[in-house]
């Protein structure tokens, strides 16, 4: 089955720097990723979404790629703000009738 | 706006005891899940429901159960509460074939004593 790393967190970064969080994950057939976010107090959220290798997701300055040499993914976004200290966590696609699994989640920090 | 709502935000219960999670989705969805959520643990899944009156156990599901009645509406049972299921506890819903897109609700903090 497949199976699902998830980069370490926390995360502390300052405002503006740049942020990557990786993902490594085991596939069987074509690669593709989700990444939901939880906000402080909150349930999670989808944040979006990586499919093929040429094909990036992106949404509220974040973009989800993913590297077939290493077959991992990785979420970025070029200058975060303190509004997106959160848990971020990657989740393969659910095959059949299953429930998605989740990485251990990465928690970031960022400081004004 | 689709909402996914949870009965309480945080309880407080004794150990032994039966406690009732509650779980209501207004999008009309079949797939149902319970996770529980631990420092460093990630989520983990308890029990997932893909249909009313139908339901499949995740990857940790001992201790506790679940009842669908209605397709609105998904319940997580402790039936003797312990300490060790001290837990933030999280449920979702999605349509099905796209259970990747679940919509969750804000979670219940639960405390057994």
């Known amino acids: 089955g497949d199976s699902v790393t998830q980069m370490e967190g926390p995360v502390t970064l300052s405002e503006e720097a740049f942020l990557t969080i990786n993902c490594t994950y085991t596939a069987t057939g074509y690669p593709s990723l989700f990444w939901y976010v939880q906000y402080p107090g909150e349930g999670l959220q989808l944040l979006l979404k990586a499919t093929k290798a040429d094909d990036k997701g992106s949404n509220k300055g974040f973009e989800a790629t993913y590297r077939k040499e290493t077959t991992s993914f990785h979420l970025e976004k070029g200058s975060v703000q303190v509004s997106d200290s959160a848990v971020y966590f990657c989740a393969p696609p659910p095959k059949g009738r299953r429930a998605l699994t989740f990485g251990s989640g990465t928690r970031l920090q960022v400081q004004p | 706006d689709v909402k996914v709502t949870q009965s309480s935000r945080y309880l407080v219960k004794r150990t032994g005891e039966k406690v009732f999670l509650e779980c209501v989705q207004d999008m009309d969805h079949e797939n149902m899940f319970w996770y529980r959520q631990d420092p460093g643990l990630g989520l983990r899944l308890i029990y997932f429901s893909y249909d009313v009156k139908m339901k499949e156990k995740g990857d940790i599901p001992e201790g506790y159960s679940v009842s669908r009645e209605k397709k609105e509406r998904f319940s997580l049972i402790l039936e003797s509460a312990s300490t060790n299921q001290t837990s933030m506890y999280l449920c979702?819903?999605?349509?099905?074939?796209?259970?990747?897109?679940?919509?969750f609700g804000q979670g219940t903090r639960l405390t057994v004593v």
């Open positions: 979702a819903s999605s349509l099905p074939g796209q259970g990747a897109k679940a919509f």
